[in-house]
Nanobody, 124 residues
């Protein structure tokens, strides 16, 4: 089983993009999901998380107010709507699954299934 992220591309600062991640999991609705990113030369960092039923969401401070995470359990897909993109948003974006049902947002170490990532490049 592999998660597949898509929707990345080259955009200008201030533009918007919507990332998708298909997770072909029979029990998709049982898992929390999240988005992470890794910029060139930097460690991977948390971007956003969403609970199983979408009742809770969380965001990194750097993207609050600009990014929005959502999910469609019927389509086993999560989304990341990114608005007002900035140069520092340039990164490979990964989606991931967590079985953690306690602490929210789930610690990064609890994510156990990852997608290959999609590249977002923001130019000036």
């Amino acid at each position: 089983v592999q998660l597949q992220a898509s929707g990345g591309g080259l955009v200008q600062a201030g533009d918007s993009l919507r990332l998708s991640c298909v997770a072909p999991l029979r029990t998709f609705g049982s898992y929390g999901m999240g988005w992470f990113r890794q910029a060139p030369g930097k460690e991977r960092e948390f971007v956003a998380a969403i609970s199983r039923t979408s009742s809770r969401t969380a965001y990194a401070d750097a993207v609050k107010g600009r990014f929005s995470i959502s999910r469609d359990n019927a389509k086993t897909t999560i989304y990341l709507q990114m608005n007002d993109l900035k140069l520092e948003d340039t990164a490979i974006y990964f989606c991931a699954r967590t079985r953690n049902l306690g602490t929210f947002p789930p610690p990064a170490a609890t994510y156990d299934l990852w997608g290959r990532g999609t590249l977002v490049t923001v130019s000036s």
